[in-house]
C-alpha cells in the first residue's frame, strides 16, 4: 500500500493547512487502491486533529477540524500529540443475502492514527479508509485509565467545501425526512429554506435555517459529485450538516435527546463513520457500495429465511381517504383495556375487514402476489396520533370485523403470506414492552416480515425520533426479530446508514417522503430522480410505487386534492429506479384490473438482483438504470425523467453476446404528459441483442420500463 509521509504533494496541501492553522506539526496521507483519492491528516500546532482530501490531486474536501466536545470530561478538540499512525491495506468480496449485485468488493486502504492529550492522558484515536470511490473515518476510544464515561456535547466534525456547489437538500431536522428536495447552491439554502418548512407532519423539527441532512449530494462546478453521509450509525445519534455560508464549511450536527444531550458514550467505543463519496460522473455515487462496505459483516448465522418479496396490500384505500384504519367514528378517544368494540356502530370504511381481506387475497393469488400486507386489523386507530398516550396499540387484539384466524386460513389456501402491521406512533417504550409478545405472536400465526411506524412525537416525551436512545430502539426491534426469524420494514425511523449489511432481515425502511405523499400534498416530478442519491445512498426504501389511479378517484376526496406527478409507465419505472428487496404494487386491486397489460411489468419486474448497470443519471433530471435478476437471465430496464420530456438513448451491450431476447417495452404515449395525459402509455415488443440500441422518449414526469427475456427462456 502507498503510504506517503511528507511528499511534495503533502507538503503544498500542508501549506494550506499551515495558512489556516499556523503550523503542521503531523502529517500522514493515504491513497486509494487506484492512487486517485488522498487523505490527509494533520495536527496542527496547538495539537487541533485536521484532515482534507483530494482526487486526482485537486481537493475536494479543504482542510477540516475534528473531534468531539464533552459536558463531563476535556474537549477533544486540541492540546493532542501524535502517539503513531498506523497503514493497512484490505481487499475482499463479499456476498449480500439481498442487494444492487450478488458481489461487492471491500477494498481500501487505511490510516489508524493514535492522539494523546498529554495534560489529562485521554487517548482518541481516528481511522480513515480510502476506497477508490470515497471515504470514511470515525472516532475510536479504546479502553484506557483515565477516561471511561463521555457525554457527548457536540461532534466537531467538519467538511470544508472547496466551492458554493449545487446541492440537493432537505432541512435538518430531528424527527422527519418527509420534505421535498430542493436544487440550490450552498449559499442559496438559507434562502430557500422557509418553502421546504411546509410540512404537514406529525411530528418535525427543524434545527436551523442551513442545517441540512445526510445522505447530502453536491455537484461542483467542475462537474464532480460528492456524497456526506454516514455508515453504522449504531449507538450514536444521527448526525445532520450544518454550513457555515462564509466558508462553505459543514459542521456535523447531531441530534439532542429529551435531556439534551448529544449523546452517551463509554471507551472501549467507536462512534459512526463518516462518509465522503467522490466520482467524475452522477452514476458513480449509486454505484458506490462505501457505506455498506463500512459496516460489520452479517451477524445472522442462518439467513436462509430472509428472502426478498413484492407485496399488495390493505392499504392506499386508507392512504386515499376512501376507507379507514378505524373501526368506529363513535369513539373521539379509546383505551386500551377499556373500550369496548362490541359495543360501537361499525363506520363501515373500516378497510381492514375479512371480506376485503379476502378480495386482496383473491388478486394478489391470482397475479402471483405471494405476500399481502394489513394495516387497520387490530384495535386502537380511533385515537391512534395527536395526544400523549403510552398505550396506543397492544399489536395482538383484532377489530371485531377482522376473523384473523378465517383471514390467514384463506391466505394459506391461497399460498399468500400476511404481512403484519405494527404502528407504534412513536410510543417506543409500549412497543418494547410489548415486543416479544408481538412477535410470538406473529411466530404463532405464520407471519415472517412486520411493517413498523413511529408516526408522531416520541414517547420517551421529548426524545427524538434520529436521537441515541431512539437509533438504539430501532436497532433492538430489528435484533429481536432476527431471534424470532422476523424481517422489518420500519417506517419513520431513523434513516439508513448500511446497517442491512449486518443485519439483513432489516429488509426496508422509509424514512423519506415515500409515495403517500402523492395523496397527501403531493411529490414533485423530481422527487424520484433525487432520492436514489440521496436517501437511498444509506440502503433501500419502501416508497411503495405502482399508483395507476394517476387522478387518486374516490368519493372521499375532496376537489382540488393533489393527484399523482407521473405518467404510469413512471410508475413501472420506479420497481427498477428505486431500488428495494421488497416492493410493494401500491394501489387497489381495480385500479390494477384497469390496466392489466401494464400490471404485467409489475407481476414479473424481480426483486433480488445480480447486478446493476447505471446507464444515465443527472440527480433531480433523469435516471436510467438495467439490473440483471439474481439466478435468472431476465434483465429489467427503468428509465425517469423529471419536469422535461426527454429521449433515452443506450445500448444493449451488455446483454450477452449472440442470445436473442424478447424485449416488452413499456412506454410513454405520444401524448403523454404527466398533467394533461399521465394515462397515455405503449406497450410494444421487439427483438433485442447485444448489438442492439435503444430509442425511447420520454414525457414530462414520465417513464419507462423494460423487461427483456432470453427467447429460449419464453414459454
Ligand atoms: C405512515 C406510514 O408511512 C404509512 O405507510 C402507514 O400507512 C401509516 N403511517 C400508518 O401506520
Ligand atoms: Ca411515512
Redesign the pocket.
Known sequence: MKTVRLSLRTLLIGVIGFLTYTNLFASNVVVSPNGNLALEFNLSSDGMPIYNLSFKGSEVVKTSKLGLRFTNVDDMTSGFTFVKADTSSFDETWTPVWGEESEIRNHYNSLFVTLKQPANEHIMQIEFRVFDDGMGFRYVFPEQPKLDYMYIKEECSEFAMTGDHIAYWIPGDYDTQEYEYTVCLLSKIREKYEAVLELDNASTTPISPTCVQTALTMKTSEGLYLNIHEAALIDYSCMHLTLDEKTLTFTSTLTPDGTGMMGYIQAPCVTPWRTVIVSENAAGILASRITLNLNEPCKIEDTSWIKPFKYMGI?WE??SGKGT?AYTNDYPSVKLGYTDYNKCTPNGTHSANTANAKRYIDFASEHGFHHLLI?GWNIGWED?VGDWKEDVFDFVTPYPDFDLEEVLAYAKAHDVELIM?H?TSGSTRNYERRLDTAYQFMVDHGYHSV?S?Y?GPMIPRGFHHYDQWCNNHYLYCVTKAADYKICVNA??ATRPTGICRTYPNLVGN?SAR?T?YEAFQGNSPHHTLTLPFTRLIGGPM?Y?PGIFDLYIQNENRKPGSPRVSTTLTKQLALYVTMYSPIQMAADLPENYAKHLDAFQFIKDVAVDWQKSLYLEAEPAEYLTIARKEKGGERWFIGGITAENARHSRFALDFLDKGVKYEATIYRDGDKADYETNPLDYKIEKKIVTSKSKLDIALARSGGFAISIVPIADKK
Open positions: 392499504w386508507m392512504i384504519w394495516e391512534w402491521h404502528e411493517k411506524g408516526v417506517h419513520e422509509e415515500g403517500e419502501d411503495t
